[in-house]
């Protein structure tokens, strides 16, 4: 029988999409040579964000030279990486005739690699050509080893990475690529590596990785070999994020972290995400701030503006969250989801809106600075920008998979919150 047309969005055919192959556990990177050389890299290009005072860069550097590799640093990658960034990477690659790439850091990192990679394959097109879903013609791109610091994005997992538009400044365009050819070739997670992350990123990432788990788990795409997932990193979470925060070298918290993490991009790689994501790449576009720390102050309030049309699966997510919902209802139990991930918020720090963000927050905040230079040092929370902040969301690769059906008017009144109230 054939399919009518209309009958399409009842009965979708839903794609899963691959992982790469991990090692994961203590102790990993120590065989991130070994790893590369497998890979056929004889000349690495690392790209990072220089993760100065650590010495990680260094001991991962000369784990790789110990097996014989040369080693090329570009240690010039952004917070919410630009479009530049991975233009010059991709330049640096060519010029010094490299033929691997070794991204280590958090998600920027990984995600300038994953589009430097593209380039590459693509023989130096812009970046930005490659927006949206699956753009990529060529996937014979270069061997890339992804090495996580931050147990938060997942980007070393997924088939996505998100770059900043900076060619019209007065309209600064963060944007998101699917592409199963940006996978990267093997993803490296050691939780040691984690123990010099600062507690106010961890918490911030981790609030990242509680996104990733909960916008899949109440998507509209509702895939299901992605629920199992997503409720199992919900819980990690909240089971391991606190102690993290304030006992960062408690590795039996970095490592579910580190879990949570892996787990949680597990579902959204193949069950969407949603609203929490394009407030965060809406207000990192025209303000250059923290991906993880967007997704903190706007989760809260996506969850309570999302309830009304996902009531049973927010009620399923508060026992995750530690809620014991045995004697509630439904609805109580959704709202107790929400109370929980604000209890969780403010037990590891999260400002309470956009409008708290001020310069001395985090010791890497970029707002004002470089291509920004000008924007201002805070989030202006005038009517205007508001509704400029729900205008991007609209327009975010993100915001189909949300449950809610939105327009730019009911979006308005959850980014006012956003920027200016408190729970």
């Known amino acids: 029988m054939a399919i009518e047309l209309n009958q399409i969005w009842d009965m979708p055919i839903k794609e899963f999409h691959p992982l790469p192959k991990a090692l994961l556990g203590v102790g990993a990177h120590d065989i991130l040579g070994v790893e590369a050389k497998k890979l056929g890299m004889t000349r690495v290009l690392i790209m990072t964000t220089g993760l100065r005072g650590s010495g990680i860069i260094e001991e991962l550097k000369g784990k790789i030279e110990y097996q014989g590799l040369d080693v090329v640093v570009f240690d010039k990658v952004e917070s919410n990486p630009k479009d530049y960034n991975v233009m010059d990477a991709a330049a640096l690659y060519t010029s010094e005739k490299c033929d691997g790439i070794i991204s280590v850091g958090g998600g920027s990192s990984h995600d300038a690699a994953k589009g430097a990679r593209v380039v590459i394959a693509h023989d130096g097109r812009d970046i930005n050509e490659f927006q949206g879903f699956s753009k990529s013609t060529n996937f014979e791109n270069p061997p890339h080893i992804a090495v996580s610091t931050t147990a938060g994005t997942g980007a070393e997992t997924s088939w996505a990475y998100v770059i900043t538009d900076t060619s019209d400044m007065d309209h600064p365009h963060k944007w998101v690529a699917f592409d199963d050819a940006s996978l990267v070739s093997l993803a490296m997670d050691d939780p040691l590596l984690y123990y010099s992350c600062p507690q106010h ?33 919900t819980k990690l979470v909240a089971d391991n994020l606190t102690t993290a925060v304030y006992d960062p070298r408690n590795l039996e918290a970095r490592t579910g972290m580190m879990n949570a993490q892996y787990i949680a991009t597990q579902a959204f790689n193949s069950g969407g995400l949603g609203m929490i994501h394009s407030m965060s790449h809406a207000i990192s576009a025209y303000y250059d701030t923290h991906h993880g720390l967007n997704n903190a102050i706007a989760l809260p309030r996506v969850w309570e503006y999302n309830l009304p049309s996902r009531y049973q699966r927010y009620a399923e997510l508060a026992p995750q969250m530690g809620v014991d919902t045995r004697n509630m209802t439904t609805v109580q139990a959704a709202d107790a989801a929400v109370e929980a991930a604000i209890r969780l918020s403010k037990d590891v720090g999260i400002p309470d809106n956009f409008s708290q963000i001020t310069p001395g927050l ?62």
């Open 201 to 233: 990123f961890t918490a911030y990432c981790g609030f990242d990785v509680l996104a990733h788990c909960s916008e899949p788990y109440v998507s509209r795409l509702d895939f299901a070999p992605s629920l199992g997932n997503a409720l199992y990193a």
């Open 362 to 423: 985090y010791e890497k905040n970029q707002m004002d600075t470089g291509k920004y230079k000008g924007k201002g040092d805070r989030i202006d929370t005038s009517a205007e920008n508001i509704r400029r902040i729900a205008e991007h969301m609209m327009g975010d690769a993100c915001t189909p998979g949300n449950p809610r059906e939105s327009t730019v008017e009911s979006l308005i009144p959850m980014v006012e919150h956003a920027m200016t109230g408190s729970y």
